[in-house]
């Protein structure tokens, strides 16, 4: 069975970091592309980061040069270094991954950034 599971969230003041980590299982995970997406309150969950199993990424234009994704094809994790955090990366985030046509997330894991 896919599962993913998310870990790494917390209360963190501005300014400061966090690294998340999403574990994979029932996958073969160095062929998976992974992404980091972001649900604040009341809005959409929307895309945050993303890597291809070939390494490359891409972000969102709010996190360049702040955030930085990377994977561990022998651990089956993706990672998510949050760096200059701000209170509006404030949300629940969550990894994903598509296999075989059908869409996986994980449960979340919540991050807040305060003043």
């Known amino acids: 069975q896919l599962q993913l599971m998310e870990s790494g969230g917390g209360l963190v003041q501005i300014g400061g970091s966090l690294r998340l980590s999403c574990t994979t299982s029932g996958i073969a995970f160095k062929f998976a592309r992974m992404g980091w997406y972001r649900q604040a309150p009341g809005n959409q969950r929307d895309l945050v980061a993303a890597i291809s199993n070939d390494g490359s990424t891409n972000y969102t234009d709010s996190v360049k040069g702040r955030f930085t994704i990377s994977r561990d094809n022998a651990r089956s994790t993706v990672y998510l270094q949050m760096n200059s955090l701000k209170v509006e990366d404030t949300g629940d985030y969550y990894c994903?991954?598509?296999?075989?046509?059908?869409?996986?997330w994980g449960r979340g894991t919540q991050v807040t950034v305060s003043p």
């Open positions: 994903r991954t598509t296999w075989k046509t059908s869409n996986y």
